[in-house]
Structure formats: C-alpha cells, structure tokens
C-alpha cells in the first residue's frame, strides 16, 4: 500500500510562488511515476504535470507550461511541485497521485494512489 502526503499549499497573491511536497511510502523494489492533479470548486480534477521513475522526464498541461515545475528526489521518496508566476485561476485543491510503473499519464483513471490534497490560493 502507497500512501502519499501532500503539503505546502497556502493563501499566496497573484504573481508569487510556492512549492508542493507530495511525501510518498514507496517500496524500494518497484518504480513509481507521480503526477499532480487539482480540482477548483465546481470544477472536474484536471491533470497538471507528471514525472517518471527516474525523473528524467516530465509533462505539462498546456496551462501550467512554462511556470510549473515538477521534480522529485527518490532518495527521500520526495516528488516537489515548484509554482512560479501564480494567478488567480490556479486556485484549486492539488492532489499527488502515484502509478506503479516508468511512466505516468495525464489520465486520472491510471493511477491508484491518490493523496488528500493541499488547497492552493491564489488572491488578485
């Protein structure tokens, strides 16, 4: 059983930064992609970016391209969302999900494990 952890969500103003943690309880013995997803009130969850095992490479949506960044440490079995340039309409709940295999999907239905979320605030 995987458990994720996410944290470092807050209230932040337009324009400013923060940086997700998304703690995860990963047996060694097998790879694991993550992605973050987040869902806005009244709002589907949407897929925001995915790393594979190694880290080596990741995805965007085309929304958060270019202002988001995704990496991770697996020697802390740590994946970090980087937020720059923050605006309003990012405001959601992000979620980490993790999927036992080298590759993620930007499909939410792929993956198993799913953390509680962290709500993110943008203010204008």
């Known amino acids: 059983q995987v458990q994720l952890v996410e944290s470092g969500g807050g209230l932040v103003q337009a324009g400013g930064s923060l940086r997700l943690s998304c703690a995860a309880s990963?047996?060694?013995?097998?790879?694991?992609?993550v992605a973050w997803f987040r869902q806005a009130p009244g709002k589907e969850r949407e897929f925001v970016a995915t790393i594979n095992w190694s880290g080596g490479t990741t995805y965007y949506a085309y929304s958060v391209k270019g202002r988001f960044t995704i990496s991770r440490d697996n020697a802390e079995n740590t994946v970090y969302l980087q937020m720059n340039s923050l605006r309003p309409d990012d405001t959601a709940v992000y979620y980490c999900?993790?999927?036992?295999?080298?590759?993620?999907?930007?499909?939410?239905?792929?993956?198993?494990?799913w953390g509680q979320g962290t709500q993110v605030t943008v203010s204008s």
């Open positions: 990963f047996s060694t013995s097998s790879n694991y992609a």
């Open positions: 999900a993790a999927d036992k295999g080298e590759y993620g999907s930007s499909w939410a239905g792929a993956y198993d494990y």
